[in-house]
């Protein structure tokens, strides 16, 4: 059976050489599949893609503006389902937190370079029956010592209703200032939360010098030795800004926003194929163990696999745990490095397992010495021990069943390399451990 990379379209026949939808000229006919879903242009094609999905394109828009973006970034049509699959779930999750506009007030009347400038907001819920709370944050990027913008409504904003959210800030230049980059987060009364980015906006900041010359007088008559009183009405008063009632008018512009992406949460490093993948959603990371032969009904007949899942908290690694052992309830076996006191104590464990076992295996970075020689050969089907006292030491082979495990640990930097490279696949929680073999 044929099935074309780019499309996904399936032929039956069994002498099709190339799709009869993309045809002979298919912009995956020369992909090489090391290139195909590269985790770094992964990472770029859901950042493009996102912008046009959570912009209100049409799925028909979105699929058009896909196809030049996919055939650059060389992009398999599983994938790019995969991707709209978790931005179909991530929109639903979010659409009661992403019903509210969002305003600025422009009429900026007090902002001098070095002094404390008063910034207006206005939010309101256009939810008909949910209660929000808004939260919002903003660091000048240039600067680096201190954050620029930070505010909150003080409550939770009662569906239909609006309010104002106001703060101080410092700027340090005089000129047109840009906020760009401001974020909102808005959490609903059960704790979802999601974050959006405003669009860029503008104002004036002055010289504080000038502050000073524009309060200087607007005293309508002053006294001229020899010329009597005369009237200056305006003659002290900055001409160029608002004064009176004007200053305290408000100019409201709405503010448009963008949902903020949910960031991948973890690579997967596939051994065999050299090769890094992120986990772009439950679906896509299943899809992969299976193509690994990582799954229930494989460890059922005895074909073992090992994957080995680094760094990340509590929450992120019973998450993946939950994912790849969902089901599953016979011989689970379960252990960690720190409690293991000598060689004979990890090879006990091991020479006690079955064929259908699995072994979840903690802290296994806590191992030391001998333990590591014992570990990564009963991966290899037999290991090593040595008994008997002083001068009567003799060394056993011992052969050790194909069990399968899930294995944890923190730091990579205290696992061999000849160990690292005997597991299927190794999933990176944290992104900056990625370990390049």
């Known amino acids: 059976m044929y099935r074309c990379i780019f499309c996904g379209l399936e032929s039956q026949s069994e002498n099709a050489r190339f799709c009869s939808k993309c045809g002979p000229d298919s912009p995956a006919n020369n992909w090489k599949s090391e290139e195909i879903d590269n985790a770094t242009q992964v990472e770029q094609y859901v950042s493009i893609l996102g912008d046009l999905y959570f912009d209100n394109h049409s799925v028909t828009e979105v699929e058009n503006l896909s196809l030049r973006r996919r055939e650059k970034l060389k992009i398999s049509y599983d994938t790019h389902i995969s991707i709209l ?15 509210f506009r969002f305003e ?7 902002a001098y370079a070095g002094h404390d400038t008063f910034l207006e907001f206005q939010i309101s819920n256009l939810s008909d029956d949910e209660s929000l709370k808004f939260s919002l944050f903003w660091d000048d990027p240039e600067t ?13 904003i009662k569906p239909n209703s609006t309010v104002s959210i106001n703060c101080t800030s410092v700027f340090d230049r005089i000129g047109i200032k840009e906020i760009s ?26 010289n504080p010098d000038q502050r000073t010359t524009n309060n200087f007088s607007t005293h309508n008559q002053i006294s ?9 009405s305006r003659m002290g008063a900055n001409q160029s800004g608002l004064s009176g009632d004007l200053a305290d008018q408000k100019l409201w512009k709405e503010l448009f926003f963008h949902y903020n992406l949910k960031k991948l949460p973890a690579k997967i490093y596939i051994t065999k194929k050299n090769k890094y993948y992120f986990l772009i959603s439950d679906d896509y990371f299943i899809n992969i163990l299976k193509s690994l032969k990582i799954n229930n009904r494989q460890l059922k007949n005895s074909n073992a696999w090992h994957v080995l899942i680094v760094g990340g908290d509590s929450e992120k690694k019973s998450f993946i745990n939950d994912l790849i052992l969902r089901d599953l309830c016979l011989n689970v076996r379960k252990t960690s490095g720190d409690i293991l006191e000598s060689p004979k104590d990890l090879a006990a464990i091991l020479l006690n397992l079955g064929s259908e076992s699995l072994l979840e295996f903690h802290n296994i970075d806590k191992l030391e ?4 020689e014992i570990y990564t050969t009963a991966m290899n089907g037999q290991i090593k021990i040595e008994i008997g006292e002083e001068d ?12 399968s495990s899930l294995v944890f640990c923190d730091d990579l930097d205290n696992m061999p390399s000849n160990c690292r490279e005997l597991f299927d696949c190794i999933i990176f929680l944290n992104q900056n451990e990625l370990w390049v073999p």
């Open 224 to 232: 001229i030795e020899g010329r009597g009183v005369i009237d200056a």
């Open 392 to 403: 009567n030491i003799r060394s056993l082979d011992l052969n050790v069943a194909r069990y």
């Open 369 to 372: 010495g001998y333990m590591w």
């Open 104 to 110: 600025f007030n422009e009429n900026v009347t007090d």
């Open 144 to 156: 680096v010592d201190r954050i620029e913008l930070r505010a909150e409504s003080k409550k939770f």
């Open 85 to 99: 699959a978790e931005f179909t779930k991530q929109k639903k999750s979010i659409a009661h937190l992403s019903k």
């Open 181 to 206: 980059d401001l974020q909102v987060t808005v959490t609903d009364e059960y704790g979802e939360k999601a974050s959006f980015r405003v669009e860029p906006f503008r104002f004036k900041v002055g």
